[in-house]
């Protein structure tokens, strides 16, 4: 944020009570045309919580971002990894643990922060289902392939004979062996 409000006061060269909507537009536009619109929004967002932070502070009577409105940014779907870069994936893990999250990322296409949250409990291993709590708090049903299914017994089976006893699924390498 820091670095982002130096260059807009090094471009504008006014108090901050004297900047207005068109300075902004002004600075907006000599910085777009080098700049994805994912960044440019990043600029927008921080001048806006600058600003908003002035107004809230009685610092400025009138925020001159209230007018200025993010870009829209296209979505895009991530393409799969190839057969090839997933063998290199594998190829590269150098303990059953790291196997089983890699199988089970990909054969469930499940976020970090889910894999996380998931408990042994949660696997139903005659129907090879895993129940998910994702953003939002919703709850879903995503599936294992044999694959993931036999690197996470080996991973369980592993972290039995260490005595290791934790509701979670996948836990931290050295103790407390916590998520």
Not at 11 to 22: A, C, Q, Y
Not at 70 to 95: F, G, P, Y
Not at 101 to 108: G, K, P
Request: net charge positive.
């Amino acid at each position: 944020y820091q670095l982002q409000l130096l260059k807009f006061s090094e471009f504008i060269h006014k108090p901050v009570n004297s900047v207005t909507t068109v300075d902004i537009r002004i600075y907006l536009a000599s910085v777009s045309d080098k700049l994805k619109k994912t960044s440019l929004n990043n600029k927008i967002n921080i001048l806006k919580s600058f600003f908003g932070w002035l107004e809230n502070e009685e610092m400025i009577i009138k925020n001159p971002m209230k007018k200025i409105k993010n870009i829209k940014v296209d979505k895009h779907l991530r393409k799969a990894l190839t057969q090839d870069e997933l063998e290199i994936l594998r190829d590269s893990c150098t303990t059953i643990r790291q196997r089983a999250i890699l199988e089970t990322l990909f054969s469930t296409g499940c976020r970090v922060s889910e894999l996380v949250k998931m408990n042994i409990n949660d696997i139903k291993w005659d129907k090879s289902e895993l129940n998910v709590i994702g953003k939002g708090s919703k709850e879903r049903t995503v599936y294992l392939n044999s694959k993931a299914k036999l690197y996470i017994k080996k991973y369980l089976k592993q972290r039995m004979t260490k005595g290791i006893m934790n509701d979670a699924l996948f836990i931290a390498v050295k103790k407390p062996f916590d998520r």
